[in-house]
């Protein structure tokens, strides 16, 4: 089992930024990705941005390519994603998830390849 806690989250202004933490306990050794997803209230989960554990290779969504960046701590085993240029559109629960079995599929984007989540955190841009 993997456990996951969000933090970070609160209100700002459009333009701003925030850094969410998302931290790992548990068997974290079993962990081969982790990444960030968020949900608007009446929308589906979205992909955010991912990260391979190993190699640090990075993967982000369209819509927050050149505003966030990912990025992890192994020795704390922790992931962030710092978030700038922050518009009122960026406005959800963004949700931590860790990926531990590749029998689910590779496909970081994929919320369905991620085997454990954390509960939540929210985010709120103002115009």
């Known amino acids: 089992q993997v456990q996951l806690v969000e933090s970070g989250g609160g209100l700002v202004q459009a333009g701003g930024s925030l850094r969410l933490s998302c931290a790992a306990s548990?068997?974290?050794?079993?962990?081969?990705?982790m990444g960030w997803f968020r949900q608007a209230p009446g929308k589906e989960r979205e992909f955010v941005a991912a990260?391979?554990?190993?190699?640090?290779?990075?993967y982000y969504a369209d819509s927050v390519k050149g505003r966030f960046t990912i990025s992890r701590d192994n020795a704390k085993s922790t992931v962030y994603v710092q978030m700038n240029s922050l518009k009122p559109e960026d406005t959800a629960v963004y949700y931590c998830?860790?990926?531990?079995?590749?029998?689910?599929?590779?496909?970081?984007?994929?919320?369905?390849?991620?085997?454990?989540w954390g509960q939540g955190t929210q985010v709120t841009v103002s115009s």
């Open positions: 998830a860790a990926g531990v079995s590749t029998a689910r599929g590779g496909y970081y984007p994929s919320p369905s390849t991620y085997d454990y």
């Open positions: 548990g068997r974290t050794f079993s962990m081969y990705k």
């Open positions: 990260i391979r554990w190993s190699g640090g290779t990075t």
